[in-house]
């Protein structure tokens, strides 16, 4: 992207907490069914091989759950942020909720789950919407799969990820166990001295010096956060 050399450059890393605050299920939180499955079980290369029906059988319910929810307060004042900032939003999350509330620069490490591609070429990559079935075909000829980085899958995003946060000079971390690598290692690659906000109602143990623990949801905290920065460096 193109910085302002004016303007505080601003990466925020989101994981799994901004979304369930939307309503956005975790794995476990699916319930009846998928209670007798590991995500190792639908969320594997693995998977794919053996079952590939359940694997998407998994992803066709989570995309229609994404229908039925909406961006949350927290999304929503991450976007506001570009108004005044050059900003970059660096996601764990698959879903779209961070576009939808306004947000342009957003980086998925993981895939996002409305676009499918082929098993064959991963650089077919298709828009979709609706369920994916058996014998949908990429134009290679290919099985189309989700567009989703499976356990065992290299992350392809992940340089991309290390090159912003090492131009960061402001860095917000939302919603995340810090327990999830290669994303939980890229604090690492912070210059010295930029201060760190770290946003979580339980967050772990994260060793950076300047860092501001706000040990609350996403929802709770990040509009005031937003509402500071702008206050501090743009007002």
Same mark, same amino acid.
Do not use: C, M
């Given at each position: 992207m193109n910085k302002s050399s004016k303007r505080p450059f601003i990466v925020i890393l989101t994981g799994a907490g901004i979304s369930k605050e939307s309503g956005i299920p975790t794995f476990r939180d699916l319930g009846g069914y998928?209670?007798?499955?590991?995500?190792?079980?639908?969320?594997?290369?693995?998977?794919?091989?053996?079952?590939?029906?359940l694997v998407l059988d998994f992803y066709n319910l989570r995309?229609?759950?994404?229908?039925?929810?909406?961006?949350n307060a927290a999304h929503y004042a991450l976007a506001e942020l570009e108004k005044y900032f050059d900003t970059y939003v660096i996601t764990q999350n698959v879903d779209d909720l961070?576009? @939808?509330?306004?947000?342009?620069? !957003?980086?998925? #490490?993981?895939?996002? %789950?409305?676009?499918?591609?082929?098993?064959?070429n991963p650089e077919l990559?298709?828009?979709?919407?609706?369920?994916?079935?058996?014998?949908?075909?990429?134009e290679d000829g290919a099985q189309l799969r989700p567009h989703i980085v499976w356990f065992g899958e290299p992350v392809p995003a992940i340089s991309q990820a290390v090159d912003l946060t090492s131009q960061a000079d402001i860095y917000i971390i939302v919603g995340t166990s810090m327990q999830v690598y290669p994303a939980a290692g890229l604090i690492f690659y912070l210059k010295a001295g930029v201060p760190v906000y770290y946003i979580d109602p339980?967050?772990?143990?994260?060793?950076?010096?300047?860092?501001?623990?706000?040990? @609350?949801?996403?929802?709770?905290? !990040?509009?005031? #956060?937003?509402?500071? %920065?702008i206050e501090k460096y743009a007002g």
């Open positions: 998928w209670q007798q499955y590991r995500i190792e079980d639908v969320a594997s290369p693995e998977a794919w091989e053996r079952n590939p029906q995309r229609r759950k994404l229908k039925e929810v909406k961006p961070h576009e @939808r509330a306004g947000s342009k620069n !957003v980086l998925h #490490l993981h895939g996002e %789950l409305k676009k499918v591609r082929s098993e064959k990559i298709y828009e979709w919407e609706d369920d994916l079935h058996l014998g949908d075909l990429a339980k967050p772990a143990s994260v060793f950076h010096h300047p860092i501001e623990i706000i040990p @609350r949801t996403a929802v709770e905290a !990040v509009p005031p #956060l937003v509402k500071k %920065l």
